[in-house]
């Protein structure tokens, strides 16, 4: 019998530098040899910026991602019924998560999810869950099972064993300047999603000025490869492409965003996130095969009739929350200190740019420039007006929720500077823009 001949390092590189296609075999050398420290960084790095320059067929990518979501722990979710996992590449005031697992829930699929914290401007769900005293993402792995079987939502914080590989080559793109990179995006978040488990995935790409992606092609691309990357991988994988121009709903910040999700899943909630959360509800329940039209029926239904407050309810008391700060949202903490941006003139509200109110956010104490550092959840921004509202001189337009003035000067002034009044009414903007499947 010939034996296999060794792959080389060198010759894995400098076929990517000429523009060549990997095997799956080759990137299973280059990829787990790196994770298990094999192959030294230098070298995976000029292999990063080999991929920058010459991209990835489709095959590829969706071979990569695979080798990534094989390199540490798979969650086998085979036992639980019609499984679905949400995923938003970012924004600001995206509280997304909060309504619509809840929802998903209430319409009988069943979320077993693996979410992430805050870092620089965009907000993590695993920090608006925490407003809720008592509320743990720390469930071993039965614990997590009985309660996406019982409860039908189930959400801990990603595992350091999950996708590993994904965690080493991030950290090395992000000193090599090749984290811009559309295979490596994509093949970064579906390892992840693959290694959760769920056979149902439905992708929120935020497109703008709060997001990662600026324009709607980059956006296109980046949704097109992940949903190609599932399709490859067996998986039901749909995106939906939204606006991230101006924060989703009126507030932004943990303990505000969490107001704004009970309000919203009591049915009372701002018009442009629920009619996103029931989007993206309907993507899932189209994904398992339902009609579009009854689907959307029975997400709305479940934001009236509290079936979807009581399963977040559950949820909340499931993993240690006290479900009291549910029955009654004024207990959450909410920083006392207030003071607003008003309208300098007269007329309307051209934008209110998502990045400063992000950044915002961030210098008020409510997000972390570096991972592990604390927040404060108390802090936030809240929009009194809208992009295309009516404005009145002296009128509050935004208004900041700080701690003893703690970065409230720096926040005043991004918000300024990212507010634009006009003569005339702008052109209104679709929320959803495009969906691919």
């Known amino acids: 019998m010939t034996a296999t001949p060794k792959l080389h390092i060198p010759d894995l590189i400098q076929k990517k530098r000429d523009g060549l296609e990997h095997s799956r075999?080759?990137?299973e050398t280059l990829v787990l040899g790196y994770t298990r420290g094999d192959v030294p960084d230098y070298q995976v790095a000029a292999w990063l910026m080999a991929v920058y320059l010459k991209g990835m067929t489709p095959q590829e990518t969706a071979d990569l991602t695979l080798v990534m979501a094989a390199s540490g722990d798979e969650m086998n979710l085979g036992d639980l019924p019609r499984t679905v996992d949400k995923h938003s590449t970012g924004g600001v005031g995206d509280k997304t998560s909060l309504i619509l697992t809840p929802m998903l829930a209430a319409l009988g699929l069943t979320v077993a999810k693996m979410s992430g914290r805050g870092l620089a401007h965009t907000g993590g769900t695993i920090d608006k869950l925490e407003s809720i005293p008592g509320w743990t993402s720390e469930l071993d792995e039965a614990q997590f099972l009985a309660q996406a079987r019982t409860i039908g939502l189930a959400l801990v914080g990603q595992s350091?064993?999950?996708?590993?590989?994904?965690?080493?080559?991030?950290?090395?793109?992000?000193?090599?300047?090749?984290?811009?990179?559309?295979?490596?995006?994509?093949?970064?978040?579906m390892s992840k999603k693959l290694a959760s488990g769920a056979h149902t995935v439905v992708l929120d790409v935020k497109v703008g000025a709060g997001a990662f992606m600026k324009t709607l092609a980059d956006g296109r691309g980046l949704a097109r490869a992940m949903v190609d990357i599932g399709n490859r991988a067996g998986r039901q994988v749909r995106a939906v492409l939204t606006d991230m121009d101006a924060p989703l709903g009126f507030m932004a910040g943990n303990s505000l965003e969490v107001l704004e999700a009970l309000d919203t899943l009591r049915g009372h909630g701002p018009h442009d996130l629920t009619e996103l959360c029931v989007s993206l509800a309907v993507e899932a329940l189209a994904a398992q095969g339902e009609d579009e039209q009854q689907a959307e029926a029975r997400a709305r239904a479940t934001l009236t009739d509290g079936s979807a407050l009581a399963k977040f309810r559950a949820f909340?008391?499931?993993?240690?929350?006290?479900?009291?700060?549910?029955?009654?949202?004024?207990?959450?903490?909410?920083?006392?200190?207030?003071?607003d941006i008003v309208a300098t003139s007269s007329g309307f509200v051209g934008s209110i740019d998502a990045l400063s109110v992000g950044r915002a956010v961030l210098v008020l104490g409510g997000g972390r420039e570096r991972k592990g550092e604390a927040i404060d959840h108390g802090v936030g921004v809240e929009l009194l007006k809208k992009p295309g509202d009516a404005v009145q001189a002296g009128e509050a337009v935004l208004r900041l929720y700080h701690r003893d003035g703690r970065g409230l000067d720096v926040a005043r002034e991004l918000l300024t500077a990212g507010l634009t009044l006009q003569d005339v009414a702008p052109a209104s903007e679709a929320l959803i823009l495009d969906r691919v499947n």
């Open 316 to 339: 909340i008391e499931g993993q240690g929350g006290d479900p009291t700060y549910v029955d009654d949202p004024s207990k959450l903490d909410v920083a006392p200190g207030r003071e």
């Open 25 to 27: 075999a080759e990137l």
């Open 160 to 189: 350091k064993d999950l996708a590993p590989a994904d965690g080493k080559l991030y950290a090395l793109r992000d000193v090599t300047a090749t984290v811009d990179c559309l295979p490596l995006i994509a093949s970064s978040i």
